[in-house]
């Protein structure tokens, strides 16, 4: 079974670069035809779709997002890792990575969250 473990600190300041890894277990994140998956929820509001690295290392973002977001990889250590530089409280979330079946597809293994707030 695939299980997937975010990590990263709780707590960051305002205009610094927050980055988050994701373990995979179970499966290879360069396997063909999966794609792995940010997404964050910040508080009170809806989930919101950050953006996805597919089995062939290409990424795709968030439009809205797109400018200050990058997605990495470490396919040794079989993780993936969201970087989102010049933050604001408004990047305050809990974030998820997930396995998605293809990009754009359904996000069927999803890990805990991981709750970042962004302040001084």
């Known amino acids: 079974q695939v299980q997937l473990q975010e990590s990263g600190p709780g707590l960051v300041k305002p205009s610094q670069t927050l980055s988050l890894t994701c373990t995979v277990s179970?499966?290879?994140?360069?396997?063909?035809?999966?794609?792995w998956t940010w997404i964050r929820q910040p508080p009170g509001k809806g989930l919101e779709w950050m953006g996805v690295?597919?089995?062939?290392?290409?990424?795709y973002y968030s439009p809205s997002l797109e400018s200050r977001t990058s997605i990495s990889r470490d396919t040794f250590k079989n993780q993936f890792s969201l970087h989102v530089r010049s933050v604001t409280p408004d990047d305050t979330a809990v974030y998820y990575c997930?396995?998605?079946?293809?990009?754009?597809?359904?996000?069927?293994?999803w890990g805990q969250g991981t709750q970042v707030t962004v302040s001084s």
């Open positions: 690295m597919a089995y062939d290392g290409s990424t």
């Open positions: 997930a396995r998605s079946m293809g990009v754009g597809g359904v996000d069927d293994y």
């Open positions: 179970g499966g290879s994140i360069t396997a063909n035809y999966y794609a």
